[in-house]
């Protein structure tokens, strides 16, 4: 039963084109009542005239996403309420972080960040009332991690990820689910930054359906989640942190205590998976601290001398920590702090103890102001600590506009203010650190503080687009999520508590994260409390590729959500923008089902033309570590080669060639019998070509997709090429592409093609340099390697009977041609390394026990090889070539 939106109503903002235009014309397409909110009036209009025209019904909606009581309005007036809100509306600013302007952050925060929250807060009463609303928020790969002149675009993004978990908690009592999205699609806003062939792949409708299914009443439980999204391809993403160091809290937990100890917090060995604030074992973090000896020092201790620190909101609480220390550890400090008198008692407090300080008295928003106090007073400045902040706490239905911008204002426009003012300074002198302060409440939302927990949030995306602009100047940028008795959670939290957790058990990470011993860790999260410190990353789930030949459905998304969501061994962990894009673009030759026409050629026969619209059904392969073995040890891998012949080897793996192994059944199994007098005795391997998609499994479940690609009339014979796509069974990932040619004598003269295309390295001549070969291996095969080799599927009785060798004109059984290519692709593998793909021509026959002689040249980061019979002086393989996936990586001896 299809999924009906009917007595819904949507508003989708920013909805005139683009991702918005898609939503409005999915969900109109399913029943609901649609409010095309978009400043371009006429775009809105067209979007209506659309859905009106199709039978649906629809509302425009120019004002700003920032009057969200006028956009809730228009859907309460035309349709009497709301209940699914889309915040899809954006702009791009984008500038290198030096050139952007006041205003061009401000607009972007306005719209993102403001907009979301001026829709929601006014939709949010409704959604009370009915005990029903879905909200969903465009984030962004950039938001997730940084990228390149989006500072302002970063943290927004960013922010709303913040937000989204914050709504998720407070509407859960009144079935009001909230998620986010990263989407990848086409638009006049990405159009503008990326390549028209990557946009050509990239529609929106990949998008949209997975949106609405989050939205439908029976849909999946996403509420708090966040899924990347694009080309068909969905996965979720979720915080991973690892396990952590734990230190004495006492006077030995210094900087250079945790600079001795680094390579703990970043282990990620047995890591856990946070969702709540609650999610630490804080009371038990602190008395194991308390039971430690004196925490080890770093053999060069961590110190600041001849260094100036700006350290916003450092009038107590943390700041003051923070300025005790750098002043202790020979920094000059600037203490900021909007209060005169308590900025003035830490510069004393500072003073006393040795140290060299100044105040700063004006809001972290002037920080123009801040670093002229460190320049005059100083001469420069090399370290930001930007740890200003305020509550201002409130359920999402109570919290005015006021409370939310107040918040925004001091935390995220403070620290993009300060980090401003820095900028120059440490670009010019090539050397700077940074570090900002997020909160447990940005990574994974409170109940009542939706201002703060998107503000801390966006500080995240901010500061991984500043480790990305500053890392050719040697400025690194990390975030860290603190938890200390300060005066801003004392309105909070319990005295004891407070009284607890010290702001002084902070202090020493930071200080380390923003000394020049810090040479490498740029962009990252750390959480810290009471004597333990930890790092939190993103990991994404396995997720599934849909076919991008045409969109998939809103049932597709339900069938598939275990797949979306599994956390499993296929989980990785984006550390960029153009890593996490990177599993969507693979998505882009996953055409499923695919076009009847796909493979369609004007030059072809009517019957060629006919047999390629056929597309047989998948044929599914599975297999284990066992078959992989029985596959290495059949092109020649021997027992001292562990990583090939041993399970429980750490390198174990797949020699590459296995990729013709799974397509086999596939390929061979297809009919030809549509040939004019097709006599299977009369069928030759001609060639071969085998694409390795991504890292090979050591076991599993595939699915073989099997189509005619090319067919060529060659007067007296026929050469077929057929194509197959090895996917995930589970997930439909491409693993492999084999492009197989065969030639059947005696079966031309059916008309059509005669000359083949060119298909890239699959059809490449691979002609060898006329020069000798840069590396020659040799390798005598068994007597017993055909009768190894065809247990790894190819069962056809010439590599086996004598007899049957005989009646093909062979004075005894051969070995296999894909036999003989497996161990010429052992031989370029050993010598240079891995590669992405080969292809080989077959041109004669090995007997089992003959020696393979493999010359081959390297020519950029192709090698060309050729494999002959050393006992015969007779070439076996030809026109071969194998691209390397590094044509400087190390070869696989």
């Avoid at 400043?39 to 509302?59: L, P, R, S, T």
């Amino acid at each position: 039963m299809s999924a009906s939106f009917k007595g819904h109503t949507v508003v989708v903002t920013g909805a005139g084109g683009g991702l918005g235009k898609a939503y409005s014309l999915l969900f109109a397409s399913r029943g609901a009542n649609v409010v095309v909110n978009d400043f371009n009036g006429e775009a809105a209009q067209k979007v209506v005239d659309e859905i009106v025209k199709a039978g649906g019904k629809a509302a425009v909606n120019t004002s700003s996403a920032t009057d969200g009581a006028a956009v809730i309005k228009s859907a309460v007036d035309a349709f009497g309420t709301v209940t699914i809100l889309i915040n899809n509306a954006g702009i791009l600013r984008d500038k290198g972080f030096k050139n952007m302007s006041d205003k061009e952050w401000d607009q972007i925060t306005d719209v993102h960040l403001k907009g979301s929250f001026a829709c929601t807060k006014a939709a949010w009463p409704l959604f009370r009332k009915q005990k029903f609303g879905r909200v969903i928020n465009a984030s962004s790969a950039a938001g997730l991690y940084g990228n390149f002149g989006q500072a302002n675009y970063s943290a927004a993004k960013m922010g709303l990820i913040g937000f989204t978990k914050t709504l998720a908690r407070e509407g859960a009592k009144y079935n009001i689910k909230s998620s986010a999205i990263a989407p990848m699609a086409a638009s006049a806003m990405t159009e503008t930054i990326m390549p028209a062939e990557m946009l050509a792949n990239l529609s929106p409708e990949f998008v949209a359906p997975f949106v609405a299914a989050l939205c439908h009443p029976d849909g999946p439980d996403a509420s708090g989640k966040v899924f990347e999204v694009g080309a068909g391809f969905v996965a979720e993403i979720r915080w991973e942190r690892s396990n952590g160091a734990i230190f004495k809290t006492d006077a030995s937990f210094t900087p250079s205590a945790v600079k001795a100890k680094w390579s703990e917090v970043v282990n990620f060995t047995n890591p856990y998976y946070p969702t709540a604030v609650t999610d630490v074992d804080s009371q038990g973090k602190l008395e194991a601290a308390k039971k430690l000896p004196p925490n080890p020092q770093a053999s060069s201790k961590v110190r600041f001398d001849g260094q100036t620190v700006i350290i916003t909101g450092a009038g107590a609480g943390l700041g003051r920590a923070y300025a005790l220390m750098y002043g202790k550890l020979g920094a000059n400090v600037v203490v900021n702090d909007v209060n005169e008198k308590n900025a003035n008692t830490v510069v004393n407090e500072v003073i006393k103890t040795g140290g060299k300080a100044a105040a700063a008295i004006c809001s972290a928003e002037e920080g123009e102001a801040i670093v002229k106090v460190a320049v005059e007073k100083f001469g420069g400045v090399h370290i930001l600590i930007a740890n200003a902040g305020i509550l201002r706490d409130k359920s999402f239905q109570a919290m005015t506009e006021q409370e939310w911008d107040l918040v925004v204002a001091v935390h995220l426009r403070g620290t993009y203010k300060c980090a401003k003012a820095v900028w120059p300074i440490f670009q010019k002198q090539k050397y700077g650190r940074i570090v900002t302060t997020c909160s447990q409440v940005g990574i994974c939302g409170n109940f009542g503080q939706a201002n703060y927990s998107t503000a801390k949030a966006a500080i995240t995306g901010l500061t991984r687009t500043l480790a990305i602009e500053g890392k050719k100047y040697g400025i690194l940028a990390n975030v860290i999520a603190p938890s200390a008795g300060t005066a801003m959670t004392s309105t909070v939290w319990p005295q004891e508590m407070v009284d607890a957790f010290k702001p002084d058990f902070i202090a020493p990470v930071v200080g380390y994260l923003s000394s020049k011993d810090n040479e490498d860790t740029t962009g990252s999260l750390f959480e810290i409390l009471g004597g333990w410190a930890a790092q939190t990353r993103w990991q994404r789930s396995g997720g599934y590729g849909f076919p991008s030949s045409k969109p998939y459905t809103i049932e597709d998304v339900f069938a598939k959500w275990d797949n979306i969501t599994k956390f499993d061994d296929r989980a990785t962990h984006p550390t960029s923008t153009q890593e996490a894009i990177q599993q969507v673009i693979e998505n882009f030759g996953n055409k499923g089902d695919s076009d009847p026409k796909a493979f369609a050629d004007p030059e072809d026969s009517k019957l060629v033309a006919e047999v390629k619209e056929n597309i047989p059904d998948p044929v599914p392969y599975s297999y284990t570590e066992r078959d992989v073995i029985l596959y290495n040890l059949g092109i020649g891998a021997t027992e001292k080669e562990l990583q090939w012949t041993y399970e429980g080897d750490d390198e174990f793996a797949a020699l590459p060639t296995f990729g013709v192994i799974p397509q086999f059944i596939a390929s061979s199994g297809s009919p030809l019998d549509w040939l004019p007098d097709f006599n299977p005795a009369k069928l030759l391997h001609g060639e071969q070509y085998l694409s390795i998609k991504g890292p090979i499994p050591t076991s599993g479940e595939l699915v073989n997709e099997t189509r005619l690609l090319e067919v060529l009339d060659k007067g007296k014979a026929a050469a077929v090429t057929s194509i197959v796509e090895t996917r995930d069974k589970h997930t439909g990932k491409l693993i492999f592409e084999n492009q197989s040619t065969v030639f059947i004598r005696g079966s031309g003269g059916f008309g059509g093609k005669r000359v083949g295309s060119d298909r890239g390295a699959a059809s490449a001549a691979n002609a060898p340099p006329k020069r000798s070969p840069d590396v020659v291996t040799e390798e005598k095969t068994s007597p017993t390697q055909a009768a190894l080799y065809r247990l790894s599927g190819d069962s056809n009785p010439l590599h086996i009977l004598p007899e049957f060798a005989a009646i093909g004109g062979f004075d005894q059984p051969i070995l296999h041609g894909l036999c003989s290519m497996g161990i010429a692709g052992k031989h370029v593998l050993k010598a240079f390394g891995p590669y992405k793909d080969i292809k080989v021509r077959f041109a004669g026959v090995v007997y089992p026990g003959e020696t393979i002689v493999t010359e081959m040249w390297k020519e950029g980061n192709k090698i060309i090889f050729t494999a002959k019979v050393k006992e015969r002086n007779s070439i076996a393989l030809a026109a071969a070539g194998a691209t390397l996936v590094d044509s400087d990586a190390k070869a696989k001896l």
